[in-house]
């Protein structure tokens, strides 16, 4: 198969969960209006949809070792459009949940494939470089996406938005069954066997290198999540905006991941990826310890508020590429259980730990800002520390004599 092929089906695939957050994200005030939902209703919209994303990828990681990565995205791409459909239809909150609920173990799948398949073909810095690549494409959904759900939700209403979620399904289902074949090339028949699955399950979960970049994500993602939850809040408390200026700042996000990935793989090459790694974390506290002084004197607003949205999503979305890799890398024959493990606990981690601080911040931006400068410490710490571990174990000692 061609590699930009590749590239762009795989970055396709991931796109299916930032595309069904990034596309209600902004209409989820029509939807609640229109359905008569509570404010804890409407958020729990989207913290369902990320809490099956992240336990999702522990169901369809082993059935990828064992039937394919084919086979999990006809299965990913069914849900997704029974989810879509659901949600299309809904007249009430419970097949709304519902609906979102199967778009989150669609997305789920989509990640395992799309990430197992990256395995399959490219190790090392090159699987790096092509988790790059692919999240360089995943990034055109939250930056067309927001200003696109809020115009169809306006002007057709917000059911046709998860009707064209649909139809994006399906353009995937197409390039799928006439562009690609099946990567994985010996499947591992005992995957899904409880013994077997045990044993590999310990393996991943025992990686020192595998784990330290698990809770590196999870620290990184709870930043990010805790934007993605309660950004709109965020804008309407703090600063009182409203209307299309709030998709339009949430469109910065997808151009500056793009802008990242392509500084990224430049970088990965020069620096390593564990160094662009830490360099990607310390611009983004640095951004985050300069709003929060800002708020301090009331010179916030959300325009400055946006860029620094766009400079976390930049910073945040290399970390997920190079960590995921440097995390599933020493596990290329249970590539598939790898990549589920490691998105359940740091995607899981991260959705649970932003809901914390959507909640702790209540809309208030500053709140926010000084727990996501929490985050970045923590995951600073850990890259930090593998950094000097992996200098040390190369280091080369010349005897005195």
């Not at 086979?71 to 791409?77: C, D, G, I, N, R």
């Not at 057709?156 to 289902?173: D, K, M, N």
């Not at 590999?200 to 698990?214: D, G, T």
Request: with cysteine.
């Amino acid at each position: 198969m061609n590699r930009t092929f590749v590239i762009i089906y795989v970055g396709m695939l991931l796109a299916l969960t930032a595309i069904s957050i990034d596309t209600i994200l902004p209409i989820i005030g029509l939807i609640a209006a229109d359905l008569q939902l509570i404010p804890a209703e409407s958020q729990t919209v989207m913290t369902a949809l990320m809490i099956a994303v992240g336990g999702g990828q522990l169901i369809f990681g082993p059935l990828a070792d064992r039937f394919g990565r084919m086979a999990v995205t006809h299965l990913a791409l069914g849900l997704y459009v029974a989810g879509s459909l659901l949600c299309a239809t809904a007249t009430d909150f419970t097949p709304l949940l519902t609906g979102r609920v199967l778009q989150g173990l669609a997305a789920a799948a989509g990640q395992i494939a799309a990430r197992a398949i990256l395995r399959d073909l490219y190790t090392g810095v090159e699987l790096a470089r092509a988790l790059s690549g692919s999240t360089a494409v995943m990034a055109i959904a939250p930056l067309a996406s927001p200003l696109l759900g809020y115009l169809i939700a306006a002007t057709a209403g917000w059911q046709w938005t998860f009707t064209a979620l649909l139809c994006y399904a399906l353009i995937i289902f197409i390039l799928m069954r006439f562009g690609f074949r099946e990567t994985l090339t010996t499947p591992k028949y005992d995957a899904i066997k409880p013994a077997v699955l045990m044993r590999s399950c310990v393996q991943v979960l025992s990686h020192p290198q595998s784990m330290l970049f698990c809770a590196l994500l999870a620290f990184s993602s709870m930043a990010m999540f805790s934007y993605v939850i309660s950004g709109q809040y965020v804008y309407s408390k703090s600063f009182a905006t409203s209307g299309w200026l709030v998709p339009a700042l949430h469109a910065l996000l997808g151009f500056a991941v793009i802008c990242g990935q392509m500084f990224n793989r430049r970088l990965i090459l020069k620096f390593g990826t564990v160094l662009t790694t830490i360099l990607a974390l310390i611009v983004a506290m640095s951004a985050a310890i300069l709003c929060l002084a800002l708020a301090n004197y009331s010179l916030l607003n959300a325009y400055i508020f946006g860029i620094y949205a766009a400079t976390m999503a930049m910073c945040m979305m290399i970390n997920v590429s190079n960590g995921t890799a440097l995390a599933i890398d020493p596990h290329g024959r249970i590539a598939g259980l790898a990549v589920s493990i490691v998105g359940a606990l740091s995607f899981g981690g991260g959705a649970f730990g932003g809901g914390l601080i959507a909640n702790l911040a209540d809309g208030d931006a500053a709140t926010m800002l000084l727990y996501m400068i929490f985050c970045y410490v923590g995951a600073l710490a850990l890259g930090l520390w593998w950094l000097w571990h992996i200098r040390a174990a190369t280091r080369v000692t010349v005897p005195v004599t």
